[in-house]
């Protein structure tokens, strides 16, 4: 149902872009990035309301992430720059046709869930 795709390795500083890309079910209502780094739970990033368009993000994450989306293509994308070495971990795409706004960042309120991806940032 997703297709997450970018991710790698940067130096601190450095810039990289996710991709992922949602079936018709799995592209309705809120659809975004959670990350887990090794020994932590996994968090909210950013996702953004395929109704309304706009963006929620992190406050670990504001002014240095965008997220963006485009319905033609089911695409949900975040743009990641400045980054820092405590951004490393495994980001996961996730999409929730049932999530409400109080709960668009728990983890649980998402029902589609891409493949992870390993962003590591070397100090």
């Known amino acids: 149902q997703l297709q997450a795709s970018g991710g790698g390795y940067v130096q601190a500083g450095g810039s990289l872009i996710l991709s992922c890309v949602a079936s018709?079910?799995?592209?309705?209502?809120?659809m975004g990035w959670f990350r887990q780094a090794l020994g932590k739970e996994r968090e909210f990033v950013a996702v953004i309301s395929w109704n309304s368009g706009r963006a929620y993000l992190a406050d670990s994450v504001k002014g240095r992430f965008t997220i963006s989306e485009d319905r033609a293509k089911k695409t949900v994308d975040l743009q990641m720059s400045s980054l820092k070495p405590e951004d490393t971990a495994t980001y996961y795409c996730?999409?929730?046709?049932?999530?409400?706004?109080?709960?668009?960042?728990?983890?649980?309120?998402?029902?589609?869930w891409g493949q992870g991806t390993l962003v590591t940032v070397s100090s």
């Open positions: 018709r079910r799995a592209a309705r209502g809120f």
């Open positions: 996730a999409a929730s046709a049932t999530a409400i706004l109080s709960s668009r960042a728990t983890p649980s309120a998402y029902d589609y």
